[in-house]
């Protein structure tokens, strides 16, 4: 059973930074995708980024593209590093783990086996 933490987020500016990070505990993560969907009331889940573990290519909505990376730590942690954000990334953000990327690129949501528990990210203009 994997389980997945998040950590970072809070409050930002427009056009500050942020980062989140995403750790998986009692479990080996390797050889799985790992990212990050978001969600705002009232709207489905959206797919933000994702990345294969001990791989460096790399999956972004068009929307975060430029803005955001994503980037394996060691062999069972994420970061998504949060550049010049807007309003509309405001979302609560949840780490996602699956065994292939397909979920995140093809917005699937409910085909992720592994979830974290989610984290508010707020940006103010």
């Known amino acids: 059973q994997v389980q997945l933490v998040e950590y970072g987020g809070g409050p930002v500016e427009a056009g500050g930074s942020l980062r989140l990070s995403c750790g998986a505990s009692?479990?080996?993560?390797?050889?799985?995708?790992m990212g990050w969907f978001r969600q705002t009331p009232g709207k489905e889940r959206e797919a933000v980024a994702a990345?294969?573990?001990?791989?460096?290519?790399a999956w972004y909505a068009k929307s975060v593209e430029g803005r955001f990376t994503i980037y394996n730590t060691m062999s069972r942690a994420i970061n998504l590093q949060m550049d010049n954000v807007t309003p509309e990334d405001t979302a609560t953000y949840y780490c996602?783990?699956?065994?292939?990327?397909?979920?995140?690129?093809?917005?699937?949501?409910?085909?992720?086996?592994?979830w974290g528990q989610g984290i508010q990210v707020t940006v103010s203009s």
């Open positions: 009692k479990a080996n993560i390797n050889n799985k995708c």
């Open positions: 996602a783990a699956d065994a292939g990327c397909r979920s995140f690129v093809y917005g699937r949501p409910d085909n992720v086996n592994y």
């Open positions: 990345i294969f573990s001990g791989s460096s290519n």
